[in-house]
């Protein structure tokens, strides 16, 4: 079994900074890639930022320049630093990773239970 749990959400004001994190534990064998999505109320979940297998980055062009994520393989974490936020921003966060569970296993996707930022003007 493998479990995500995030952390680090929270309330802030406009401008503030907060830092989530994902810790992954269970059967894991290798993470092939590291996700963060984010649903707002009464809209779809929306790809915030991404690591690929390959170490490439990707960010929405709504964050760019102002969140970065990061990851830990050894440590099976996934960070997301997230500065000078908008009320927009506001939603529920949650990481994906794509883990392969053993050597000759089909990798597959893994939410975590997701964590509220809430951002007020």
């Known amino acids: 079994q493998v479990q995500l749990v995030e952390s680090g959400g929270g309330l802030v004001q406009t401008g503030e900074s907060l830092r989530l994190s994902c810790a992954a534990s269970g059967s894991i064998f290798s993470i092939n890639a590291m996700d963060w999505y984010r649903q707002a109320p009464g809209k779809q979940r929306e790809l915030v930022a991404g690591?690929?297998?390959?170490?490439?980055?990707n960010y929405a062009d709504s964050v760019k320049g102002r969140f970065t994520i990061s990851g830990d393989n050894a440590k099976k974490m996934v960070y997301l630093q997230m500065n000078s936020l908008k009320p927009e921003d506001t939603a529920v966060y949650y990481c994906n990773l794509r883990i392969r569970t053993s050597r000759w296993g089909t990798p597959r996707d893994y939410w975590g239970q997701g964590t509220q930022v809430t951002v007020s003007s």
């Open positions: 690591i690929s297998s390959a170490g490439n980055l």
